[in-house]
């Protein structure tokens, strides 16, 4: 075989191996940054029209490794900051999976160690 040719049967199968991979998967305990959108949604529990959760909506789904099963996640509860609704935002916290608060809204959340609003409403 030829060095062009080897070349090529080279470049084929990194391509081939690259489109192969996934995005990564994050577990609890991971810290992670994430971008998206902040709004408001009922806690589930009794009282949930009194007590909102912080949530963002995430720009792109977010993989989630728990128990040997994968998932995608679109959205995570906020927890410990205070942010403007509406507001797109970049979040860096700890990823945390189950229930982390008396308001539990949705099953995995990022207790945010720092924040970065992009922009609002």
């Known amino acids: 075989m030829t060095a062009k040719a080897c070349a090529w049967v080279c470049l084929l ?12 998967c994050f577990s609890d305990g991971d810290i992670v940054m994430l971008e998206g959108k902040i709004t408001r949604q009922a806690a589930r529990q009794a009282d949930a029209a009194t007590n909102r959760a912080w949530i963002l909506a995430l720009s792109s789904p ?53 924040q970065r609003i992009l922009s609002e409403r």
């Open 13 to 24: 199968i990194m391509a081939a191996a690259g489109s192969a991979w996934a995005a990564p």
């Open 62 to 114: 977010l993989c989630i490794a728990s128990a040997g099963t994968q998932s995608n996640v679109s959205t995570v509860q906020i927890v410990d900051a205070e942010l403007p609704e509406d507001a797109r935002v970049q979040l860096t916290g700890k990823l945390v999976t189950g229930n982390v608060s008396a308001y539990y809204a949705v099953p995995t959340a990022i207790w945010v160690l720092k």
